[in-house]
C-alpha cells in the first residue's frame, strides 16, 4: 500500500516515515514541503542516511492522488480543512495529524483557534482517532482526525472513570507535562537550548487549545459536559509527556471499583500497559513507543483518585497513533510496526 | 559572628558554606562530617578551591560551641532531635535544615517519619522558619526549624489565599517538580545520570513527608484543618522547584480579591516577587538565588485560582532561607548577603 | 535459531534483547543475571513490558548450551575469559561483548587489565569483531570477540588512512567523547545525574584500558607499531561517541588520495556513511542506530589530516556490531534486524 | 566609578551587569539595545527583577560619555572598530568583548572576519586582555580587547609551555569543547534545543575565527611563528569550555620541568588553579567563577604533553575577565567583585 506525507520536514512527518520504513505493509512514496521541494530529507534529517533517497515534492499532484492509498497530513491548523475535498476524499484515506478535524463544533473550533475552517461537513464526517475509545468508528473512517498529543494521555487516563460514573466530574484537572519536541521544529527564543535546558514552566495556562479536545472527548466517554483545569508545562528534554489526573471519588466509590474500571478499559488493548502493583509510570519507558503507561493511586485522605498517564508525544501522541489508525483503517491488525520496543537510555 | 555547619558533606551543607563566603557578618569556622573528617571541602567540591581551606571535623566539640555563635544542622532526620539539647541551645543559636523540628505534632513527625523523636520539649520551642509568615517569632528563636523546600513553595503560594478565605480549602491540590539536587548528593540508581536524564515521573504520591509539614502550615495560616493532595515530580534538571497549584473559589470571590490579597502578602516581602502581567514563573529566573517567584490566573471556566510558585530548592528552598532566618535571628537585615542574581544560564 | 544472553541485566545486555527482539531470525530464549535470576527483565527495565515475559535465570546450564545456537556474554572483565573453554565451543557459538579476548598478547591483557587470563589458547583462536575490516574471518568464528567502543569508532577513522600509508603513524592523537551509558548501570558518585550533568571532563588520559586495544587494532593494518595518544572525555548525555583524530599526512599526500582511502574502504560497506561534501557527523544521526557516521578534512595549512568518526556507543559500539557479528557467522547477510533508523529528536 | 554596557541583550552584556551588581566599586547606569530600547532587562531576564530598574537606551549619548569612566562593547564584529574613536578615548576607557581589536594585523582580521576594519590606528593602540600574560599592559589602557573563550582557555593552557620552550611548536593540537551559551541568545535551528541536546558535534573545522587570535597569542609567547589545529566542539550544556591540549615535547624535557613551567606561571595567580596530583579540570568546578583550572599529563610512551584548561566560557572566557581587566586599568585589586564561588550543582 502506498502512502504520502503531506508536511514531511517536520518533527512528526519524519517519525512517520521512520516508523513506515519498517511497516511490513505500507510504503511512503511520496513527502512534499513547500519549502524544501527538491531536498532529500537525508540532507535535514541525517538519521535518514543511507536508509532512504526520498526526496520532498512541492505537493501531491493530482495523479499521485490516484496512486496513494493513504495520505497522512501534518500541516499547521487551517490549512488541513481546506487540502481535504470530497473529491480528494473519493480517491485517498486521509489522517489528519493536525488539529482541524478534531473539535466537532464549528464555533467552537474558530473561538479557540482563531482561524475559519474550510468545511463543516468533513467535519461532521472525520472520525476522532483516539484508538482505544473509538476502533469501531476507525475502522470504517475515510478521514481520521489524529488527537492532540495531551488530549491522549488524558483521555486514556480519564475515561475509565467517567465511562463507569466513578469520579465528579467537575473536579477533573489534569496537570500536563511535556517534552520540547512537542513545540514542533520551528526556530524561537522559546526553545533555544540555552533557555529551555535547566528550566522548567508553565504555559497556557486555563487557555491551552488541547482543552475544549479534552472536554469533548471525556464529555462524550459519559455523556454529561465537561469543563474541566489543562496546565501544561514545558520539561527540559526531548520527548515525552506525563499527565498527573486528579479527581474527586464519588460518594462510596471503592479503590477496587477504580481498579476494575482500568482493567475492563485496558487489559485487552496492546498498546496500554497497566503498571505493576506499587510502580509508577515514567516517561523514559514508553519513549521510543506506541505504548501508554498507566497508574493511579486512591488517596482516602482526600477521597481522590490521581492517575499517571505517559506517552511519547511523537508516537502515540502523534506518528505512533495514526499509523495505529492507518492499520485499522486498512484492515490490518492494529499492531503492525509498531511494536519494536523502545531504546534505552534513550 | 562564628558559625558551623553540621554535615556540611552534602548539597545543602556545601551551598550554605558557599553563600557564606560572601557574607559580610558571618564566618564560618567549623563544618563538619564523620566521613570525610581531615579533608578539605575542596576535595570534595572543587569549586571551593583557592577560597577556602577549611576541612572537615568529625564533630562539633564542647569547646567549639563555646566559639560559635550558630550551628547549622545539616543532617538526616532522626539525628538532629538528639543533637539538639537545652544544654547545645544554652550555648550557641541553632538552625536545623532538616525534617527533625517541623512537625509540631510528636506522633504525627513519628508516623510518617518512622524514627523516635529526640525532644518532646524542644519540638515545642522550636521555631518554624518560613520567613514571610513567621517574622516575628524567628528574631527570638533559640532553635529554629528550617522548611523543606516543598512547604516553602507551597506555603508562599498558598497562604494568603487560605488567610484571606478566598479558596474552599478541601480543593487544594499541589503538584510540584524538583530538580534531582532535592535528593542530594548520595548515590542510588534512581539518581544515575542516565536513568534521570530524559525521564520525567511522579513518586511518593499521597505519601510524601512533605505532606504533614504542607498541611500543618496551611492550617495554621486559616484556623482550619486541612487536608490537601501533594504530588511531587522529578525533573530531569540540577536545580529548581515548581509548584502548581489548583484551589476552587468561594462562592463571589473575585479575580480582583486574588490579586489584592497576594499584593497584601508579598508588596514588601524582599524575596517574594510577584510576576508582571501575563508573564509565568520560571526556575531558570530563580536559579541561583533565594528568591521565590509567583504569579496566579483565575480561570472563570472553572471557578478555580491556579497559582505558580518557583524557588531554588537548594537555596530558598534551604541553605538561602536558613541564612535568612539567622540574619532574623541575629539581628541583621534580612537580605544580608542574599541579594546576588541568579546566573543565567543557569 | 536460539540466543542466550549471560549478563543480561546491564546496559549492552538489555540493548541486545531489544535489538533481537526486531531480528527476524534470532529469538533470545535465555537471559542470565546472578543477583536478579528469577526478575523478568521488564521489572528492571519498563520499556519491555507487554513485549517479552522473558525472566533471568541465574546461570546458562549445561542443557542450554545443547539448545542454544550462540551466546552473547556480558560480563566484567577477567570474568568471561574463565566462562569459555573448548567444551564449551563444541556446542555453542560465543561472542563476548566484554574486554576478555581483545587483546591478542596475554602479557599486555594482564598489565593493562590488571587480572589473569583464563586461556591462552582461546585468546588466540577469538576472531576479532571490527566487522568492516575483519569480515572473512568473523564468519568462521567459533569465538567472537566485539571490540570496544572507542576501538570501534577510532579504528573507522584511522585504518583506511594506515592501510594506504598515507599518515605519519607516530602524529596520531584520538581525542574521544563518550556519552555516560558507556559507564555502564552500576553507580556511584561519577554518574550521579547532578554531578554529570552540565559537566564535562577528561578522564583516564594516557592510561585508558582501550588504549592497547586500538593500538593493536591500527598496528595490524598497516604492519607497523603503532604508539597513539588516546583521550577519553565524559559528555553529558546518554548515549553517542565522537571520536577527533589528528594525523599529520606523510609529504606530499593529496587531499584527492585522502578522499580516496575513505571511499575505498567504505563505499560498499553497509554501516559507514560518509558524510556528504560539507557536512560534519553529529552524534544525533546515529543515535539508536548501527551506523558509523565519518567526514574528514584536510587541514594545508598544518599538513594534517582530521578525522571524525560517530557512533552509538551501545549499539555499532556494542550490541549491534555484536548482531551484525552474529549475522555473518550465522551465514546470514549482515545487515539481518539492524537497518531501523535512529529516532529523533533521540 | 560609572560603567555603561553597549550592546547589553546578550548572553555577555547581561553576564556584565549581574557580576557588577555585585561589586563594591563599579555601577553600571547604562545600559544600550537598539531593538529593546525602552524595555527593563528584567523584562529580557527575569533574574533582574527585584534587583535593578535599569532600562536599555538605544545608545551611548555624547552626555553619557562625560559621566562614565568605563564602557564595555558586546557588539557583533565588524562594529565596534566603528564605534571607538578617538574622540571617545579622550573621554572613557573602553573594553571590547568582541572580536574587533583582537587580530593586530589588518589584513587578517579582514580576511578572518570578511569585513572592513575601522581603524587601523586604534588596532595598534589596543592592549590585549590576557590578564595572566599581559597584566602590566592592561594597567595602562585607553582601548582593551578582551580575549575570545577559546583564545583564554587555549593561552593559559599553551603559553607557560611555549615561553619556557618545552614543546615542538609545530605539533600543538588544541581540542576544544563548548557549551552553547558560546553562540549567544540568537535563534536558530542550530541552538534549537531538540537539536543540541543528547548530540555532540565538531565545527567550523581548520576555519574557526579563534584560530589566528590563538595563533598570534602563541606566536607572541615565544618568539616564532606558530601554526596550530583548532577544533571546536558543541557540548550539550549551557556554560563552560574544556580545551585539551596536545604537543610533543622537545627531546629531554623531563616532566619536573613541565611541572616547573606551569608553577612558576601560575602559582601566584589568583584566577587559575592548578590541579592537586591525581585531579583533573571538570568544567562544573569553574562555572560560575572566574577561575581556569588547569592540570597536564606527560605521556612517557609517545612524548608528548596533554594540557586540560578549563573556564566558564561567560566569564573567564568573557565577562568576568573583562572586568578583572576593568580593575587593572583602574588601579583596583585584579579579584575586585569577582571571588564568588560557583554554584553546585551549576
Known amino acids: 500500500m502506498k502512502v504520502g506525507i503531506v508536511g514531511a520536514s517536520g518533527y512528526v512527518g519524519q517519525e512517520l516515515l521512520r516508523i513506515l520504513l519498517s511497516h511490513p505493509k505500507a510504503e511512503v512514496t511520496k513527502i512534499t514541503s513547500r519549502q524544501l521541494a527538491g531536498k532529500k530529507i537525508a540532507e535535514l534529517y541525517g538519521s535518514f542516511a543511507g536508509r532512504t533517497e526520498l526526496r520532498f515534492s512541492e505537493k501531491i499532484e493530482d495523479k499521485d492522488l490516484v496512486e496513494l492509498d493513504f495520505v497522512f497530513l501534518a500541516l499547521p491548523h487551517g490549512v488541513a ?14 489522517i489528519d495529524i493536525g488539529a482541524d478535524f478534531r473539535i466537532k463544533d464549528k464555533a467552537t473550533y474558530e473561538a479557540w483557534y482563531q482561524t475559519e475552517h474550510g468545511s463543516e461537513k468533513l467535519l461532521k464526517e472525520a472520525v476522532y482517532g483516539l484508538t482505544e475509545w473509538n476502533r469501531e468508528a476507525i475502522k470504517g473512517a475515510k478521514l481520521l482526525s489524529n ?41 524561537s527564543q522559546g526553545v533555544h537550548y540555552a533557555e529551555v535546558n535547566e528550566n522548567f514552566k508553565a504555559y497556557g495556562i486555563a487557555t491551552h487549545r488541547h482543552t475544549p479536545e479534552i472536554e469533548q472527548t471525556l ?26 489526573m486528579y479527581a474527586n471519588l464519588k460518594a462510596g466509590v471503592s479503590k477496587k471499583q477504580v481498579d476494575q474500571a482500568f482493567q475492563t478499559a485496558y487489559a485487552d488493548q496492546p498498546f496500554v500497559r497497566i503498571m505493576p502493583e506499587g510502580a509508577l509510570p515514567e516517561t523514559k519507558w514508553v519513549k521510543g513507543s506506541n505504548f501508554c503507561d498507566l497508574a493511579w493511586r486512591v488517596d482516602e485522605r482526600t477521597n481522590r483518585v490521581i492517575v499517571i498517564s505517559c506517552i511519547d508525544n511523537l508516537i502515540k501522541g502523534a506518528a505512533g497513533q495514526a499509523i495505529q489508525n492507518m492499520n485499522l483503517m486498512a484492515g490490518w491488525p492494529e499492531e503492525l510496526g509498531l511494536l519494536s520496543v523502545g531504546q534505552f537510555p534513550g
Open 219 to 244: 464529555s462524550e466517554s459519559c455523556g454529561e459536559s465537561i469543563t474541566l483545569s489543562f496546565t501544561p508545562h514545558l520539561l527540559p528534554m526531548n520527548r515525552g509527556i506525563l499527565v498527573t
Open 81 to 94: 480543512s481546506h487540502w481535504v475535498t470530497e473529491e480528494v476524499l473519493r480517491q485517498v484515506k486521509v
Open 147 to 187: 488527537p492532540g498529543c495531551y488530549p491522549t494521555a488524558s483521555g486514556i487516563a480519564a475515561i475509565p472513570l467517567l465511562k463507569e460514573g466513578l469520579i465528579q466530574s467537575e473536579t477533573i484537572i489534569l496537570d500536563a507535562k511535556s517534552g520540547v519536541s512537542g513545540a514542533g521544529r520551528g526556530v
